[in-house]
RNA sequence: CGGGGCGUAGCUCAGCCUGGUAGAGCGCCGCGUUUGGGACGCGGAGGUCGCCGGUUCAAGUCCGGCCGCCCCGACCA
């Protein structure tokens, strides 16, 4: 039992003037965190019980798939991170030691883990392995924000799988992906999983889970049956109305006209029958011009992943050279290859005429210029999957899991003999999660006017006993003997015996957000009962609870709480 | 990295334009009254006004530099 007496909770009424996100603005307020910089907080002790029942979740569910639980050290040689190419990470902190050592804190830790598995694992029969921790990340974040959400350190489990091959890959992966979908069910969040891309960790298969919430910093497009992060979502485009075909592309006069609102204004089309040109230069393939409706924007990860290589936009002199003026430009005679997004219907476009002040309309593809399909918009809201629009939804992501292939083991070494006497590489996978995210996300989608409202399993105490009244009364006493019976019977309990009036208790009570409260006043102590109210929608539950068979009344009603 | 904003008591802020004894509310400490939704009275503690420099008889206030923090965007294994 804890006392709230003796209980380091600084509430404030106030929540502080930087704050913006709902969790920021609420774990601050209800004592969980405080500030010792940007992106540097520290756990006060509800707060830090939030986490810990996070991350016993994340334990027990690990354990569970045989991880092994370990703990690798934050500060590494920054000698393993060459080997792998990622020393040159901007978010990667350096340093050096008293000798000039160079250093590196880790961000992730496949460098360690992968270095450890090649010393140790030999031979196929060592194999497969899954080895996690719970550690502190460094990252030298461009923006931290938004409290808890964003931080420069922060701890995360991340657990590394080891298989012999692909097939032992993807049974690693699965278990993890099942691990994760009893974890996320587990802490009571709303969650989904998402494809997404793979990004510079590479490897061939990623998912993120997704707590949706206002202060999400990603975007998931959603349909039934699909999830999908807006980096990597393919959905089928909304129709657009196009003007009647032409036997031949049209010359018209646009004077000043170089962007789509200004087309569509000067000749009275819809912007989705336009073709927007977004020419761009790869190392592999040079000058590309790349076209998307004029109502959708290209997507950069989907160009990029289409593309197969990195790109950049094409610089002004480029486009001049190889296609036409700036604001002006079209597909029609431009000297580079074409790149058409999927989206593109069949059908008369207007586009630009790569001559100034003029554009092109009745612009058909592959009658007036040649191209190759690629799927390179943003969908957007209202598109179809499966016959389903689908809406487009912030959210926080809260784990992940990737499959590595030999991305670590090939720089580092990690190899295996098989029954062949043969070396292999080892195939890895990574997955996180991050506690602390999930501690907000809860935050921010249950929160209500008056504060937090945690689903039973993240909440720092099970349930809040108050004592009406100062001093040494009969009501506090039957809340301590209440306190301590629940505790008792294996709940644990935060007992408010403070000298303080009872509109502070119930206010501090409802912004720390016990999922229970159970009240003795002078009036339910004449009837032998406690007041009790499930902080979920402020519910009184009629009749209280009995206080000389408590723990059974509160057994049953815990049960039914969400 | 681009744009914007802020830094004065534990918290939220006023004071700065127009230089002249550092303020309010909440919180905190003491005493008393009060006791089912953040009560009231009286008394009190608490400040290198982010830092450095300049102007001035005099700087929280004007000028310059620096530092820190927040927001939007870019970025984000």
Redesign the pocket.
Known sequence: MTRLSELLL????????????LS?KLMV?AGLIR?L????WSWLPAGWKTHEKAVQIIREEMNAIGGQEMLMPVMLPRELWKRTG?DQ???LFTLEDRKGSELVLA??HEEAVTTHVAQVVRSYRDLPLILYHFQT?E?D???????AL?TREFI?K?SYSFDRDEEGLAASYEKHARAYDRIFDRTGLRWYSVES?V????GSGAHEYMAPCAAG??EVALAPGYAANVEVASAEAQPVDLPAPLPTPERVHTPGATTVEDVVRSLHVPAGALLKAFPVVTEGRGLLLVLVRGDHRVN?IKLQNALGEPFRTAHEDEIRERIGPPGYIGPVGANCPIILDEAVADGGYVTGANDPDHHLRGVEPGRDFPFERADVRTVEAGDFVNGHPITIEPAIEIG?I?QLGTRYSEPLGATFLDENGKEQLVIMG?Y?I?PARIVAAAIEQYADE??ISWPRALSPWDLEVIG????D?P?KQAAAKLAADLQDAGFDVLLDDR?????????????LGLPLRL???????EAGSA?A?IRRG?VDVEDGVPLDSAAEAVRELWDTLP
């Open positions: 600084p509430t404030e009424r106030q929540p502080p003037a930087d704050a913006e996100a920021h307020r500030q910089g940007a992106g540097l990622r990470i901007d978010e961000m992730t990340k990252r974040e461009p923006r931290p924000r938004a409290g964003r995360m991340d891309d990004g510079m960790m590479g910093e990603n950069e992940n990737f990574s996180g991050g008056q504060g009406i009244g100062k001093g009364t009501e000298d303080a009036g009872p509109g502070e208790k119930f206010a501090d009570a409802e912004l009240t003795v006043g002078k009036r339910g102590l007041e109210k402020l």
